[in-house]
């Protein structure tokens, strides 16, 4: 992994506000206005595909409606003056350097982690001149218009910025990379859901986020209509609009992979599966088990029957169906919050261990092995949580993807058994946390992960931390979550934006940020979701916004 220098001034001036942070820029201090005709020119890409043509469209509406007035006490009037005698920037130019074959954003965003190429290099020169965004690759030029974006302000109808000429130089630190912003447990968003996400996977394009994690089932409900396993969503969902068909699966899927956004879906076995019983109650132990807290993590209680070869086979081919309405390559089968009390009380899966001369975690290994198979079988390459590698040490192929949550400190772990991990650390990701408690009965109950994970908290995560140099290239991106336990569509916005922002400069630009400098620019990112129709959390009051500095607490 190489962490290159980021070329800027030390003291970041006011207007510049890209986020993520590119690795190398340079900027002036010249007025440049974009000219009424502007346009993006893609004559240097051959055969342009369906969806560079349509994110170029979207930019060039960006550019028109977004109507962003700096964020300074007169907004930027004390300029008017500079802004109505700069010179106009009538054209982008986008070119594909690569001589290869060129394929869609759709494409790039899917491939394996390996082979995706998202940097670029953009030149906005001072005297009205086309400006340049070259790449090797859509998904690269993609990532380019992202920034170009977030160049201009609006005053009185001219969009423009104070700081031409722009040279920027920019890929991601993390080589493969991910950078991530998962929704799991989306089946408790209920109706317009599939609007919602769909919204979701808009704002993640706008901050460099490529992966939408979908913890798509869980304990309480089973919303995935499934080809041949249709009963599930029929008697394990909520209600019968409360689902997601194929159809939807193929709207959200395709959606994303146009903006540059790959789906990895995600099916936690053998716990979180009691919502299986209503439709197949022979493959889950202690169904709905009261008290609850004895049998599982949260209500209602059920694991699958892991020691039953039946089980293990329904999962199996289960498993191979989901995957397979999927365009990523890889696909998650949890393995976190296993309860063993839960086995322990089920007297099949007893006979079944005394007669396989198995102990459970034998059992489990075998049961894990089967229907990662399963994955392989149609192309997948496994994700789990940590537990399945440090807890219960099940064989895993080195290619498993590690997602470590109960502590960034067990990264460490994870990367001396030689697996490449990814960053969803509840210490500093999670989404969710300071809420108070959704279980009833208890009066003083806050939510586990309390308190409320700042921006700042996030932004200060170091993913190298406590790894040698010869173990950074293990470390794949990091992960904001959200559980919606206390999530539906009337906060997501507030609860996700722009916090989960962080995370894209994090894992894209690599640890060398101070809080300081990054407030006024997630400011500048905050206000410009708003002018999209996104409800941001406000992070200050407006005074204090447009007045950098003027709230920083005294030394």
């Known amino acids: 992994m190489r962490l290159e220098l980021f070329v800027a001034l030390a003291c970041v001036a006011r207007a510049f506000a890209i986020w993520p942070r590119p690795r190398q820029l340079t900027k002036g201090s010249t007025a440049l206005r974009l000219s009424p005709s502007f346009e993006i020119d893609l004559s240097g890409v051959k055969n342009p595909s369906k969806d560079l043509l349509a994110a170029t469209t979207r930019s060039a509406n960006h550019l028109r409606r977004d109507k962003l007035q700096a964020l300074l006490v007169d907004r930027g009037a004390s300029s008017a003056g500079r802004i109505k005698t700069a010179k106009l920037l009538v054209r982008l130019s986008l070119r594909i350097a690569s001589s290869g074959m060129v394929k869609s954003i759709s494409d790039e965003a899917v491939a394996p982690l390996h082979l995706r190429n998202e940097g670029y290099k953009l030149t906005v020169p001072e005297d009205g001149t ?8 859509t998904l690269g030029l993609f990532r380019g218009l992202t920034t170009f974006e977030q160049l201009w302000y609006e005053l009185n109808g001219d969009v423009y910025t104070l700081e031409a000429p722009f040279d920027i130089v920019d890929s991601p630190a993390y080589l493969p990379h991910w950078r991530y912003q998962t929704d799991p447990r989306c089946n408790e968003l209920g109706q317009g859901a599939l609007i919602v996400l769909l919204k979701y996977q808009r704002i993640n394009i706008s901050r460099q986020l490529n992966t939408f994690h979908w913890h798509i089932v869980d304990s309480q409900s089973f919303p995935l209509q499934i080809p041949g396993f249709m009963e599930l969503s029929e008697k394990a969902a909520y209600n019968s609009t409360a689902i997601y068909t194929p159809s939807d699966v193929t709207d959200i899927v395709t959606y994303a992979a146009e903006r540059g956004i790959d789906v990895i879906a ?12 209503k439709s197949h109650p022979e493959h889950i132990t202690c169904p709905e088990a009261t008290p609850w807290s004895t049998y599982a993590n949260e209500p209602p209680a059920g694991q699958l029957r892991l020691a039953s070869s039946a089980t293990t086979n329904f999962t199996f081919e289960l498993l191979s169906a989901a995957a397979s309405l999927f365009r990523s390559t890889y696909f998650g089968t949890g393995g976190d919050e296993v309860n063993e009390n839960c086995y322990d009380a089920d007297e099949e899966t007893q006979r079944e261990l005394a007669a396989q001369g198995k102990t459970l975690l034998e059992a489990f290994n075998t049961f894990t092995r089967v229907t990662h198979q399963a994955l392989r079988r149609v192309g997948k390459t496994p994700m789990v949580w940590e537990e399945m590698l440090l807890d219960y040490e099940m064989t895993l192929a080195n290619d498993t993807l590690i997602m470590v949550w109960i502590s960034a400190n067990n990264v460490a ?5 030689g697996y490449q991990v990814i960053h969803a650390s509840n210490e ?28 700042q908290k996030a932004y200060t995560f170091d993913p190298l931390a406590g790894l040698k140099p010869s173990e950074y290239h293990l470390v794949l991106g990091g992960q904001h979550l959200l559980w919606t336990e206390q999530a539906s569509p009337s906060n997501l916005d507030s609860i996700t934006w722009p916090r989960a922002a962080t995370s894209a400069e994090v894992f894209w630009s690599g640890p060398r940020g101070d809080v300081g400098t ?10 410009r979701f708003k002018q999209r129709g996104v409800n941001a959390i406000a992070l200050q009051p407006e005074w204090c916004v447009l007045r950098p500095g003027a709230c920083d607490v005294d030394e």
């Open 266 to 277: 995600e099916i936690d076995t053998p716990g979180h599966t009691s919502a299986i019983s």
């Open 428 to 455: 500093y990701f999670y989404l969710d946390c300071g809420a108070g408690g959704w279980l009833g009965q208890n009066p003083l109950g806050n939510s586990w992960c309390n308190p409320f994970k700042t921006w």
């Open 413 to 417: 772990s994870v990367v001396k058994k």
């Open 518 to 527: 990054a407030l006024p620019r997630l400011h500048d990112i905050a206000y």
């Open 130 to 137: 086309s400006a340049t965004l070259e790449a090797n690759t």
